[in-house]
């Protein structure tokens, strides 16, 4: 690279310089404009961020009848907005480890039984009052009590006491659980003066921003929170609109309308990430498009039809046709290498023949009802298809009925034995298998119960031993993967885009989509 | 006069029977949707704690009659009740909605009105010849293809390549007429293009209608000029199918365009309703429904008392 290309990526890197200025003199120095565009945003992330200017983005997802509550928070635009203006105690960091946000710091007794979280020292809310260690213990009382709607209920039965010392809080549970600061990460418990009793959507909190304006499911700004603690939260003014049509959040990005969208469909992702100044980030995730059957009801508890139709469905199929290639195939388990104590096992393949082996096995005559919905997953119907042609290979009828998106959730999923879902996934072993593969857990779409794999579960979850925790979820993993009844053929890829008015996104962050839905605080306009 | 009278009150009190009759259905409609409220406000992740919880806060426990009769009892009192997804007053939250809806449709409708009624008169003036035929052509092309399709194709010409106007048009308080006028100008667009065609066609068949009369041949052989003729002497008789078309595609720019507002983002009744279908909303859903219908039904009724007045014969039913 000769310096004056250097020269000017600098230039252009401290806004001196539009892009498409750097773009046209980089070409007369004989470079091309896809090589331009790399160096110009490499020299972008060394320049470091800038402050100030205002960030657009078009997410799908917002309703108008969604709340401020972050208990309440089931959507893309909901977290987000959380993520503006509050914290959690703790934040999953980029490699999957926990990072303090309203708390400083944290440590576990040795029986991981009892959890000390300090609160940050000086850290106050927007609206001026101090946060104190009684505010975090309130959050947690409103979110795990007993009339509580929060989501995150589930998160909190174990907890047994919440007392504070100080700046301290201490937490004690029930029974051991070495995963505690990752549930206390969840974008659920986000810590509110007095824990948000008396006002749950008053939207203060101690995030980067405040809001200034709000009209649900349709448009909301917010302006940086002046005393925010943190390096984080760059651009002065974050404006969020709710997009939901696909084809118009595309075309929003393109014609610059917004900055950043997130769900790009798979179908023309390749066509998007064409389009000049436009960067299509795909994100391996822990979300997966799953075919549940209900491991306890008939002819599901036959373990040779199960194994039948693991067999005899074509999981690279799935993701070249589904995914169109934006993600990696499945193994039957919930958990793929996004997990910190993921152990590869051996890849269950198509195979017609061994499929045909164990349906003859079962002794099961007559087709197998599937029920599907567009809103199950994106491509669910096509799915289902493709399942049926590779099943029908093996000599298996596969029976598709196509059920309405209005109540899909409560008539179908999680009440009919063998549907079309998916899931998001979560931040460790034992949250996920906590919540849908553990013998008492509610959302057990798979009515999956086996009495080793609950003991192994509870005492994982105890163990502080890394190799011996890791050996345990490779053990658990093999029973699910072959006595349970989930049929996971593909983990979908995030895939958001963003254009080359904004910096600083980073690959592959764990959590959520959008850099864990960090993106517009951590990423910064460029000019 | 007191005729005219008398038929305007029928009218009215018939609308009004109908609107009572079209909430009895609506009712019936939002009670027999499959899911409840909770669990669709709660979705996936909900809890059957959380579902207790919140059907109890609902009051979705009480019967379906109750439920019916203590909302129409707030309604005659100008009360809508309160959101059963987001608690939000329902009142309060329509009226931005319909704000904007109607903001909406009055540009569509100033601009689309005049110009198909003026796009119809042309016709018939030069009608069989060029003028005629490239009219009749374009309009019933705009109509044929989905109003969506014409959405998408104006968005990526006007918004993404030439990038004259926004294809997102989420208007708000702090702009401008101006600018507003300018965020909704492809809408307006399509919305005209989509309700043109119905309204000119009627325009041009109704005129043609009269041209064949007696009195317009008369008009002809003393002399006058064709669009004199059009204008002064066969358009008033014309005028009542044609009313009725123009306020049929008014209230279809008021309560049809669910579709527009979605592609085109735009913070209106319809997206509003959609919202609240999907989360089972039933007083919202209900509200919005009432609405719609009582738009639909009162500008019917003014079609038809324009078509009475217009038309001394209609006030002598047989």
Redesign the interface.
């Known amino acids: 690279m000769n310096d004056e290309l250097k020269y000017l990526s600098r230039r252009a890197a401290t806004g001196l310089l539009t892009r498409r200025e750097f773009v046209g003199r980089a070409g007369a120095l004989g470079l091309t404009a896809a090589a331009a565009t790399t160096m110009m945003s490499s020299a972008v992330m060394a320049a470091g961020p800038q402050k100030g200017g205002t960030l657009r983005m078009g997410l799908q997802g917002g309703s108008t009848t969604d709340s401020l509550d972050p208990a309440l928070a089931t959507n893309q635009v909901a977290l987000m907005l959380i993520r503006l203006w509050g914290e959690p105690l703790v934040e999953l960091a980029d490699d999957g480890g926990i990072d303090g946000k309203v708390a400083e710091s944290f440590e576990a007794s040795a029986d991981a039984k009892t959890w000390t979280f300090t609160v940050r020292q000086g850290l106050t809310f927007s609206d001026g009052q101090e946060v104190t260690a009684a505010d975090v213990a309130e959050t947690l009382d409103r979110h795990a009590g007993e009339d509580t709607k929060s989501g995150a209920l589930g998160l909190l039965r174990d907890i047994k006491d919440v007392r504070t010392d100080g700046r301290n809080v201490i937490i004690e549970l029930n029974n051991a659980n070495a995963d505690l600061p990752y549930l206390m990460a969840d974008y659920h418990l986000i810590v509110q003066p007095g824990g948000g009793k008396s006002a749950p959507d008053a939207a203060i909190g101690t995030g980067p921003y405040v809001l200034k304006e709000v009209d649900m499911g349709v448009r909301f700004v917010a302006e940086k929170n002046p005393n925010y603690w943190g390096d984080i939260g760059h651009a002065q003014t974050i404006e969020l609109i709710v997009i939901n049509d696909n084809t118009a959040r595309v075309a929003a990005l393109q014609s610059g309308q917004v900055d950043m969208i997130d769900r790009v469909p798979p179908r023309t992702a390749g066509l998007v990430a064409r389009a000049p100044g436009i960067t299509v980030a795909s994100t391996s995730g822990p979300g997966h498009y799953v075919f549940i059957a209900h491991a306890d009801t008939a002819p599901f508890d036959n373990q040779d039809l199960m194994l039948a139709l693991k067999h005899g469905i074509n999981r690279q199929e799935m993701v070249d046709k589904i995914l169109f290639g934006y993600g990696s195939v499945g193994n039957d388990s919930p958990i793929n290498s996004s997990y910190p104590m993921f152990t590869e096992t051996e890849q269950r393949e198509y195979d017609p023949e061994k499929a045909a082996h164990h349906f003859k096995k079962s002794g099961h005559s007559g087709s197998v009802l599937l029920r599907t919905s567009d809103n199950s997953f994106p491509g669910a119907p096509d799915a289902a298809a493709l399942f049926q042609q590779s099943l029908a290979g093996a000599g298996i009828e596969l029976e598709i009925k196509r059920e309405p998106n209005d109540g899909y959730w409560s008539e179908v999923w999680n009440n009919k034995p063998f549907c079309t879902s998916y899931w998001g996934g979560r931040p460790t072993q034992d949250q996920m298998y906590t919540t849908a593969y553990l013998s008492t857990a509610d959302w057990n779409d798979t009515r999956f119960k086996n009495e080793q794999f609950d003991q192994l579960l509870i005492a994982a979850r105890a163990e502080l031993d890394l190799a011996k925790r890791t050996q345990m979820y490779a053990d658990m993993g093999a029973i699910q993967r072959d006595e349970g009844g989930l049929i996971c053929p593909m983990f979908n890829d995030f895939i958001d885009a963003h254009n080359d008015k904004v910096a600083g996104w980073v690959e592959n962050a764990k959590g959520f989509a959008l850099m864990n839905s960090y993106a517009p605080v951590r990423m910064w306009v460029t000019g | 006069m007191p005729l005219i009278v008398k038929l305007l009150v029928q009218r009215i009190a018939l609308g009004l029977l109908l609107l009572f009759l079209v909430s009895i259905l609506i009712f019936a409609g939002t009670i027999i949707?499959?899911?409840?409220v909770a669990?669709?406000?709660?979705?996936?992740?909900?809890?059957?704690?959380?579902l207790a919880?919140?059907r109890r806060?609902l009051g979705l426990n009480e019967p379906p009659v109750a439920r019916y009769f203590n909302w129409l009892g707030g309604v005659l009192q100008g009360d809508l009740g309160t959101?059963l997804?987001?608690?939000?007053d329902i009142a309060t939250?329509i009226g931005k909605r319909l704000g904007n809806t109607m903001f909406l449709a009055f540009w569509a409708a100033i601009i689309s009105v005049p110009l198909a009624i003026l796009l119809g008169l042309i016709a018939v003036r030069y009608r069989e010849r060029w003028p005629d035929k490239v009219i009749s052509a374009v309009t019933l092309a705009s109509i044929s293809v989905p109003e969506f399709l014409i959405a998408?194709v104006a968005?990526?010409v006007v918004?993404?390549r030439l990038?004259w106007a926004?294809?997102?048009t989420?208007i708000?308080d702090s702009m401008s007429l101006g600018e507003k006028l300018h965020t909704i100008s492809l809408p307006v667009a399509v919305l005209t293009l989509v309700v043109l065609a119905h309204m000119m066609r009627m325009t041009r068949a109704a005129i043609l209608n009269v041209m064949q009369s007696a009195y317009v041949e008369t008009a002809e052989l003393k002399g006058l000029r064709m669009f004199n003729i059009i204008w002064k002497h066969a358009f008033p008789n014309a005028v009542a199918p044609i009313v009725n078309v123009v306020m049929l595609n008014m209230a279809y720019l008021v309560v049809g365009v669910v579709v527009i507002e979605?592609?085109?983002?735009y913070?209106g009744m319809g997206?509003?309703l959609v919202?609240?279908v999907?989360?089972r909303?039933i007083p919202v859903v209900q509200a919005c429904g009432l609405i719609f219908a009582a738009v639909y039904i009162g500008l019917n009724m003014i079609a038809d008392i324009v078509s009475i007045v217009a038309n001394p014969r209609l006030r002598h039913p047989k």
């Open positions: 949707l499959p899911g409840d669990q669709s406000i709660l979705g996936q992740s909900a809890t059957p704690e959380a919880n919140l806060d959101s997804a987001s608690g939000q939250a998408y968005i990526f918004s993404v990038r926004p294809s997102v989420t708000n979605v592609v085109f983002t913070p997206q509003y919202d609240h999907s989360k909303d």
